[in-house]
């Protein structure tokens, strides 16, 4: 009977610090790129699981909804199908991004920045520009995106991007790219 309290209580005090700790990811981009250096951590150490307890945070269950309420029926829709497409599940969702993660890593990706993405004028030059500037020209609800860029070094032009970050319930969510929704962009 105590142990079962005693073990009831932890995991209620657990729940309570991943809540807490989620919730403190979203207060700048400079926390967002905080956390992927984290993951990205854990991975040099062989703390794949940890790494992938952390990229679960990443996962929005809520993603079609979010979708269509920021950028409507039709373009939320289409933007949600291409991104069930790609995650079936959180499972699937943890495996595709930690393995995305370790590409990185290993490719020598170290340094990250993020962006935060509220009008195109804020999306740097180097980037591939069109999609967000569709996303942000057809939001119904304005929300930021963030982009995650991973660099060989400080001083390194050479990276990669992860796009398309969003605050959902106080939280960073990556909702990726959604390239069979803007397939029509010029």
């Known amino acids: 009977m105590i142990f079962n309290r005693v073990l009831n209580l932890l995991v209620v005090f657990s729940l309570f610090l991943v809540c807490f700790a989620e919730v403190s990811f979203a207060q700048t981009p400079e926390d967002l790129a905080l956390h992927v250096e984290q993951i990205m951590q854990c991975i040099k150490n062989n703390q794949i699981p940890m790494a ?3 990229v679960a945070r990443f996962y929005a269950p809520e993603h079609r909804e979010f979708l269509k309420e920021t950028f409507g ?3 939320g829709s289409a933007y949600s199908r291409d991104f069930q497409e790609r995650v079936l599940s959180l499972a699937n969702f943890v495996e595709l991004m930690t393995k995305r993660f370790q590409q990185e890593v290993n490719g020598g990706y ?8 509220d009008k195109p004028a804020d999306i740097p030059i ?4 069109r999609q967000q ?6 939001m119904k609800k304005p929300v ?7 660099y060989t070094s400080r001083d ?6 992860i796009a398309n970050f969003v605050i959902i319930k106080g939280s ?3 909702i990726g790219q959604p390239s069979g929704a803007t397939c029509g962009l010029n």
Do not use: G, H
């Open 144 to 150: 930021s995106l963030y982009e995650i860029m991973l």
């Open 73 to 75: 029926d039709e373009l």
């Open 156 to 161: 390194s032009d050479s990276c990669r991007p």
């Open 172 to 174: 960073f969510k990556l």
């Open 133 to 138: 500037i569709f996303l942000l020209q057809n």
């Open 126 to 129: 180097w980037v591939e520009r």
């Open 110 to 117: 170290a340094y990250t920045k993020c962006f935060k993405i």
């Open 52 to 54: 992938k307890a952390q």
